[in-house]
C-alpha cells in the first residue's frame, strides 16, 4: 500500500517534471517578449515577474510600428535596412502560403499515391515504397546547392510556389507511409463491397476511402504544417525577399546585437497558428475511423 | 432473377491453379451452398463470378448474359463480405441507399426501397445510426439490407455468419432461409460449416482443391457420398469407417475388419478379395440385441440421443440411441449397422462402390 502511493507520488512528480521541462522554455519566451530592454537585460539579476509589462515588441513585429516610436530608450537602427524590418506580418503571411499550401499538396498527393500503393498490384510496388522512403535518407543540406540552381533556372527562387514546391519534396514520402498505413487499415472488401453497389474506382476513393481515411489525412496534415511551418534551411536558400517566420527572425540577430524582445515576440506569436491548425483537425486526429465497418 | 451457369471456369494466380475447370449450373430462385474446408476454393468461385477476380479461362453468365471481364458493378449482383465490410463513415441509410445514389435513384424511390429492407430486417430503428453503434448480428443485417435493396438478379454470400456466436448464427440462418423463401432471388452461399449447408441449401456443391467433388440436395449428399471425403466431411459425428476386406462366407458377401465380421448389404458391386473401407453413420450403427460386440469408451448424452464412443476390435467407432439406456463406461454392448446404409468406399480410389441396378 506504502510502496504503490509512493509510485504514485513519484510518477506524479516525474509527470510534472516533465511538462515543466517542455513548457519553460515556451513560457520564459512568452515572458520575455513583454518584458521591457531594461528587464531583459539586467545587469543585476534575473527579472522574473518584477517589470511592468510591455507592448512594443508586438508592436513593432506584429502591427507595423517603427522601433524607435515606441521606443523610450531610443534603439539604434544601424546595421538594418529600415525601421521596418522588424515587421513581422509579410513573413508570417509568407509562412501561411507556404505552409498551407505545401501541407495540401503533400497530404493529396501522399493520399492518391498511398491508395495506389495500398490497392494496386504492380511490378516493384514494394521497391517503389523503400524508393520513396529513401528520398528522406538524404538530409536536405545535401542536396541544397544543386536544387538551388535548379529553382533558379526553373524561376521559383524566391517564390511562395517554389517553396511550397520544396516544403512537399519533403513532406511528400512521411505523407504517402502514414496514409498507406492508414488505408492499409482499411479492409479490402469495403472497396470491394463499394464496387459490387456500383461504384468506379475513382468513386471507391472519392467516396468511401477518403472519408473513411480522414483521420490519417488529418495527422499527416499536422505532421506536414508542422514541418513546413519552422522549416528553415530551404526557406533561407530558396528565398531572398520573401521570408518564412523562421528566417525572419534571424534576422533581428544583427551586427550591433539581438533584439531578444522582437525574436521572442515573433516567436511566441508563430506558436499560435500551428496550435490552431491542429485544434482545428483534432476532432478528426482519432483513429478507429474504420470502427464498425468490420468485426473488430 | 437468373440463373448462373459456369462453365470449365479455370483460375490461376500465377503458376498456381486453385479452380480447375469448375462446371456449375444455378437454376434461377435456387440456393446453393458451396462447402469445402478452408483453402479449397469456395472464395475464389464466388469471387470470379462476382467479377472482383478475373477468370483464366472459361465461361461465366448471369441470365442470358455473358459476363466474362465484365465489371462487377454491371452484373446486378450483391454480395455479403463475412466481415460485413459496411460504410463506417455512413450512417445505416446512407449504407443501404448507397447503391442507389451510386445509380442516381430519386430521392423518394430510395427512400421507400430502405424502408422496404429495413422493414423486413428489422433494422427500422436503427436506421440512424453508425455501423459501430449497432451489434454483429444488427451490422451483418445491415450488409444484407444493402444487397437486397437493389433486388439484384443473384445473392452472394461469403461465409456471411463466421463472425457470429453459436447462438445469433442459428437465428441468422433461419433469418436468410426466410429472406430466400420470400425474394427467390438466386443466391450462392459460401460455408465451411457442414451444418449451414445442410440446413439453407436446395442444392450442395462439395468444393476440395479447386474441384467440385459431389453436387446435389443435402440429403442425397448426405445418403449417398460420392467418394470417401465427402463421406467423410458430411455428418457430425462422422461417419465410422473400417479399414477391411472383402470375403465370401457360405455364400454371403461380408467384410472382414480385423477379426470381426460385418454384415453387407445385397447386390453390391464387389468381388471377394477386395480392400474396401467400411463406412456406416453413428445414427446406423445401433445398440441392440444382436450384432457386433463393442466396448464403451464414453458416453456423451446430447439430450435427444446420445452418443457412444466405443472400441470395436482395435478401432473407434461411435454408435448413438435415442433411447435414454444407463450406459457405463468399460460395459460391453452390441451394435448393430442397419444394412442399407452401409457404405462401401474402394481401398484405392477412394470411390464410393455402388450398388448394383
Ligand atoms: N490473391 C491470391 N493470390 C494467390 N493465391 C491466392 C489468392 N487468393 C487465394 N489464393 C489461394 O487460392 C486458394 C483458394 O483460396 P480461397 O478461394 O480463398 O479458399 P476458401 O475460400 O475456400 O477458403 C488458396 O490456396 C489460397 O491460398
Ligand atoms: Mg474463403
Known sequence: MESSRFSVFARYVLAIAIVLMFVFPIAWFALTSIKPISAIFDKDGVVVFDFVPTYENYQVTLFGQQSIDVSENSRSDFGTSGGNSYDGRSSIVSSLIVAIGSTFLATTIGLLAAYGLSRLQFRGSQGMLHWILSQRFLPPIAIIIPMVFIFRDLGLRDTHLGLIIAHTLINVPIAVLLLKSFIDDIPRDIDEAAMIDGATRLQVFWKVIMPMAKGGMAATAVLCFIFSWTEFLLSLFLTNSIRTIPVKITTFVTSTGSEWGYISALGTSAIIPGFIFILLVQNHLVRGLTMGAIKD | MASVNVEKLVKKYGDLEVLHSIDLDVEDGQFVVLLGPSGCGKSTLLRTIAGLESSTSGDISIGERNVNGMHPKDRNIAMVFQNYALYAHMKVRDNMAFSMHLNKTPAARIEERVNWAASILSLEPYLDRYPKELSGGQRQRVAMGR?????????????????????????????????????????????????????????????????????????????????????????????????GKIVEDS???????????????????????????YGIRPEHLIPSETGVKATINVVEPTGPETHLFC???????????????????????????????VHLFDAQTKEAIKRKT
Not at chain 2, 452472394?156 to 433469418?175: H, I, Y
Not at chain 2, 455364400?251 to 473401407?277: F, T, W, Y
Not at chain 2, 448413438?320 to 451394435?335: F, G, H, P, Q, Y
Open chain 2, 147 to 243: 444487397a437486397i435493396v437493389r433486388n439484384p438478379d443473384v445473392f452472394l454470400f461469403d461465409e456471411p455468419l463466421s463472425n457470429l456466436d453459436a447462438k445469433l448464427r442459428v437465428q441468422m440462418r433461419t433469418e436468410i432461409k426466410e429472406l430466400h423463401k420470400r425474394l427467390k432471388t438466386t443466391t450462392v452461399y459460401v460455408t465451411h460449416d457442414q451444418i449451414e449447408a445442410m440446413t439453407m441449401a436446395d442444392v450442395v456443391v462439395i468444393m476440395r482443391d479447386g474441384h467440385i467433388e459431389q453436387m446435389g440436395s443435402p440429403m442425397e449428399i448426405y445418403d449417398n457420398p460420392a467418394n470417401l471425403f465427402v463421406a467423410e466431411f458430411i455428418g457430425s459425428p462422422g461417419m465410422n469407417l473400417l479399414a
Open chain 2, 251 to 277: 455364400g454371403k458377401m461380408i467384410c472382414r475388419v480385423g477379426e470381426l465380421d460385418l454384415p453387407l448389404p445385397e447386390q453390391m458391386n464387389i468381388s471377394a478379395g477386395q480392400d474396401v473401407l
Open chain 2, 311 to 341: 472400441h470395436m476390435s482395435g478401432h473407434d467407432v461411435c454408435a448413438v440411441s435415442r433411447e435414454r439406456m444407463n450406459w457405463k463406461a468399460d460395459e460391453v454392448i452390441l451394435v448393430e449397422p442397419t444394412l442399407e446404409y
